[in-house]
């Protein structure tokens, strides 16, 4: 129409419209002639001429490019994307283990923007952000505009800085939070002995030296506790991170087999990775907790201790991402994530959106709330409180108490794991 408006009457349209329809069919056969994708550049380099010469308002090229990047390896799945060298400085920390920002991971589920977990003492625990939170807006920007990598970027800034982010909590009325950035350090691994022989390891992310600090704290343990006779391996919460830093963690505890298998597209395998007996843990049980926010390396090891029959997995179904990220930096400083095979189990499972099943389903943090029956069992008065009740013969004074835990899920694994020891002693006669 506007070309209409340009050249004047219908007459001379139809003579030059013939002359460029001679041109434009020898384009179209030439441009037909070409094979496969690129046969859309020209429409694509038609479009940004189009903008470059039309738009409202002045158009800067490399925002432009840069978004039909962007747009491109949206269409291909919620985690490959361009990292603009911001972003990927930000991709560098979080591997790295300290950044400034709100303190929660997030990623996209069933198309939005969702909390896998906060990180502890952050600014958004201390503001109640829970696993599974839907984030609607940033800033009042909804995140249903933008991308992954953007919407991490947008939370992220100066030390005593607010943002403001809008949460869509299930079966509630969505609602704003100010958050207050803060340096956010985040140590990959926790340990502590939950009784003499027994251990509670947490790996909140895989971070560069995670199996590192994982097999010093296997040896500190040892040595307090007089020797190991079992582990609970925490990964709840756990978003992910490092693949390779997730195969060393399972080759601390798996002396032989395959661990994980990477197939890039057609099932072409790229990697495959089998445990070394040097240096192996072998000689203790072992207990996995995993839940719905354990993701991609936290369920790498989990499949790998599953069906190497090295471990129990106790919990709930995890995240379901079975898919491998390959980072490749470009000449301005920036980077490609690209989502280039999915990784499968040493049973040659793949758990893309289906997860790992615990082999014992634990469902909750905090313990059920009781049946009537239950309830008034626990308010029945114990031997110890009846009056005139037998005392107990004095024990030694070395002799392990089990630990109260007020975590349910932790208390049901210790218990697992404690079965495990005993069994394995029964059958070796100890």
Same mark, same amino acid.
């Given at each position: 129409m506007m070309w209409i408006q340009k050249k004047g009457s219908l007459f001379r349209l139809g003579v030059i419209g013939l002359l460029l329809g001679s041109v434009l069919f020898s384009q179209m056969a030439l441009a037909q002639s070409v094979k496969g994708p690129y046969r859309k550049l020209d429409v694509f380099a038609r479009v940004l001429s189009l903008i470059e010469q039309n738009h409202v308002e002045s158009i800067d090229e490399g925002k432009l490019i840069e978004g039909a990047i962007q747009g491109m390896l949206r269409a291909l799945d919620p985690h490959s994307s361009y990292l603009s060298p911001e972003d990927f400085r930000i991709l560098k920390e979080d591997t790295e283990g300290n950044f400034c920002g709100v303190?929660?991971?997030?990623?996209?589920?069933?198309?939005?923007?969702?909390?896998?977990?906060?990180?502890?003492?952050?600014?958004?625990?201390?503001?109640?952000?829970?696993?599974?939170?839907?984030?609607?807006?940033?800033?009042?920007?909804?995140?249903?505009?933008?991308?992954?990598?953007?919407?991490?970027?947008?939370?992220?800034?100066? !030390?005593?800085?607010?943002?403001? $982010?809008?949460? %869509?909590?299930?079966? #509630? +009325?969505?609602?704003?939070? *100010?958050?207050?950035?803060?340096?956010?350090?985040?140590?990959?691994?926790?340990?502590?002995?939950? !009784?003499?022989?027994?251990?509670? $390891?947490?790996? %909140?992310?895989?971070? #560069? +030296?995670?199996?590192?600090? *994982?097999?010093?704290?296997?040896?500190?343990?040892?040595?307090?506790?007089?020797?190991?006779?079992?582990?609970?391996?925490?990964?709840?919460?756990?978003?992910?991170?490092?693949?390779? +830093?997730?195969?060393?963690?399972?080759?601390?505890?798996?002396?032989?087999?395959?661990?994980?298998?990477?197939?890039?597209?057609?099932?072409?395998?790229?990697?495959?990775?089998?445990?070394?007996?040097?240096?192996?843990?072998?000689?203790?049980?072992?207990?996995?907790?995993?839940?719905?926010?354990?993701?991609?390396?936290?369920?790498?090891?989990?499949?790998?201790?599953?069906?190497?029959?090295?471990?129990?997995?106790?919990?709930?179904?995890?995240f379901g991402k079975g898919s491998v990220q390959t980072i490749i930096p470009l000449r301005d400083g920036a980077a490609l994530k690209l989502t280039t095979s999915r990784y499968y189990t040493p049973a040659g499972r793949s758990i893309q959106a289906e997860g790992i099943m615990p082999d014992v389903v634990v469902e909750s943090l905090n313990p059920p709330v009781p049946d009537e029956m239950t309830q008034a069992i626990s308010e029945m008065p114990t031997e110890g409180e009846l009056p005139g009740h037998l005392q107990q013969e004095k024990k030694s004074n070395t002799e392990a108490k089990s630990p109260e835990l007020s975590d349910y899920q932790l208390r049901m694994g210790f218990q697992i794991l404690k079965g495990m020891v005993r069994s394995r002693a029964a059958r070796e006669g100890k």
């Open positions: 303190g929660m991971e997030v990623g996209i589920k069933e198309g939005e923007l969702t909390v896998i977990t906060p990180i502890p003492d952050s600014p958004a625990i201390k503001a109640g952000i829970l696993p599974g939170d839907r984030i609607l807006k940033i800033e009042g920007v909804p995140t249903s505009t933008i991308d992954l990598m953007d919407a991490v970027q947008r939370m992220r800034g100066r !030390e005593g800085t607010d943002v403001t $982010i809008t949460v %869509k909590r299930e079966s #509630e +009325e969505p609602f704003e939070v *100010v958050l207050t950035r803060a340096v956010i350090e985040v140590q990959s691994v926790a340990a502590e002995l939950l !009784e003499p022989g027994y251990a509670h $390891i947490r790996i %909140k992310a895989f971070q #560069e +030296e995670t199996s590192a600090q *994982v097999r010093d704290e296997l040896r500190h343990m040892k040595l307090i506790g007089g020797g190991l006779k079992g582990v609970v391996l925490d990964l709840r919460r756990n978003p992910g991170g490092l693949m390779y +830093e997730a195969v060393k963690v399972s080759d601390l505890f798996v002396s032989e087999g395959m661990l994980l298998s990477t197939k890039s597209r057609g099932g072409v395998v790229i990697e495959s990775f089998d445990a070394h007996r040097a240096g192996t843990f072998d000689d203790i049980e072992l207990v996995v907790l995993i839940d719905g926010a354990s993701a991609s390396a936290a369920e790498i090891v989990a499949g790998a201790l599953q069906d190497s029959g090295r471990a129990m997995v106790v919990g709930m179904q995890s």
